[in-house]
């Protein structure tokens, strides 16, 4: 079983930025594939990003292509997400997911970070 833990999560300006974090409890070919997604309330949970250690390919929702940025440290078995120009669509529950494929599905999940941008 693999743990994912969140942070970096916070209330930001609208422009602003933030860093999420994702830390794995271990590195398995279950957790080649790690990302993230979000749930803003009332709306349907949604794909954000995704990166694989064997590819090394990066996978982008459309709504966030040039403001996020997906990075890994394997060494750390932690991912990054990386978040610019933060818009106030973007306020959500922000959860690490893992898996073996970037299609999905995903094995495991972490319990979530919220974001907030205030407009």
């Known amino acids: 079983q693999v743990q994912l833990v969140e942070s970096g999560g916070g209330l930001v300006q609208a422009g602003g930025s933030l860093r999420l974090s994702c830390k794995a409890s271990?590195?398995?070919?279950?957790?080649?594939?790690m990302g993230w997604f979000r749930q803003a309330p009332g709306k349907e949970r949604e794909f954000v990003a995704a990166?694989?250690?064997?590819?090394?390919?990066?996978y982008y929702a459309d709504s966030v292509k040039g403001r996020f940025s997906i990075s890994r440290d394997n060494a750390r078995n932690t991912a990054y997400l990386q978040m610019n120009s933060l818009e106030p669509e973007d306020t959500a529950v922000y959860s690490c997911?893992?898996?073996?494929?970037?299609?999905?599905?995903?094995?495991?999940w972490g319990h979530g970070t919220q974001v907030t941008v205030s407009s």
């Open positions: 997911v893992a898996g073996p494929r970037a299609a999905g599905p995903y094995d495991y």
């Open positions: 990166i694989s250690e064997i590819l090394g390919s990066t």
């Open positions: 271990a590195r398995t070919l279950a957790t080649d594939v």
